[in-house]
């Protein structure tokens, strides 16, 4: 089954404490892509990935880093989370980062992983 | 990268009823993508339109487009319970990177 995997789903942290959190995707896909969701804010992409070991800045980058060393894998790392990082994230991928018409028009979202900071 | 605005923010509506949702944004875009959420889930990519088509449709649901007037319409025909969910819009310059998503419109679709 395609799909876009996240691990954990659920997450309870300190401050102050490095965590990771996965992401892989079976579908083959060249770019992938994280967001985060908080109340009243919508959804805001953190980092993205045209393809392997290129990867950009979203509008929310500050606190967090991601890496892709391969083409399924784009973990997001925060290495010293706060308090202001708890929210619900979401990962995603798709063909192609470009809408380049078929099936690159369609972008696939993990299940998320709510992460609270304390 | 821009983010488009829903309205309106809250709609309910009983099974079997037309739902329409807007979206508005500032720039000129390339596309415009709508997704829809379930409560706490992922977001599922519902459709994109291209800067040159006016109108989609997929199933039941149908996208305008009015790039003079900067905003898109996301029409649900014949909605059903399932279809409770909230529904978010993305103009793009490009394609998926740096996606701006606004707060939505809840669709709330009683039986």
């Known amino acids: 089954e395609a799909q876009v995997t996240q691990n954990p789903r659920y997450l309870i942290t300190v401050t102050g404490k490095k965590l990771t959190v996965t992401c892989s995707q079976n579908?083959?896909?060249?770019?992938m892509s994280w967001y985060r969701q908080d109340p009243g804010l919508g959804l805001r992409q953190i980092y993205y990935s045209m393809n392997v070991e290129v990867t950009d800045k979203g509008d929310v980058p500050e606190g967090y880093k991601v890496s892709r060393k391969e083409k399924r894998n784009f973990p997001l790392i925060l290495e010293s989370p706060s308090p202001n990082q708890t929210s619900l994230y979401f990962c995603?991928?798709?063909?192609?980062?470009?809408?380049?018409?078929?099936?690159?028009?369609?972008?696939?979202f993990g299940p998320g992983t709510r992460l609270t900071v304390l | 990268s821009q983010q488009g605005e829903e309205d309106p923010q809250a709609l309910s509506i009983q099974e079997g009823e037309n739902a329409t949702m807007n979206c508005s944004y500032k720039t000129s875009i390339n596309n415009l993508q709508w997704y829809r959420q379930n409560s706490g889930r992922g977001l599922v990519h519902l459709i994109l339109?291209?800067?040159?088509?006016r109108e989609k449709h997929s199933g039941r649901l149908r996208v305008t487009l009015d790039t003079s007037k900067k905003s898109s319409s996301l029409l649900i025909t014949a909605s059903r319970a399932a279809d409770t969910a909230s529904y978010f819009c993305?103009?793009?310059?490009?394609?998926?990177?740096?996606?701006?998503f606004g707060t939505g419109t809840r669709l709330l679709v009683s039986p």
């Open positions: 993305a103009p793009s310059n490009t394609g998926f990177q740096k996606l701006v």
């Open positions: 995603a991928s798709s063909l192609s980062g470009l809408a380049g018409g078929g099936n690159t028009d369609t972008q696939y």
């Open positions: 339109i291209r800067s040159n088509e």
């Open positions: 579908m083959n896909h060249e770019y």
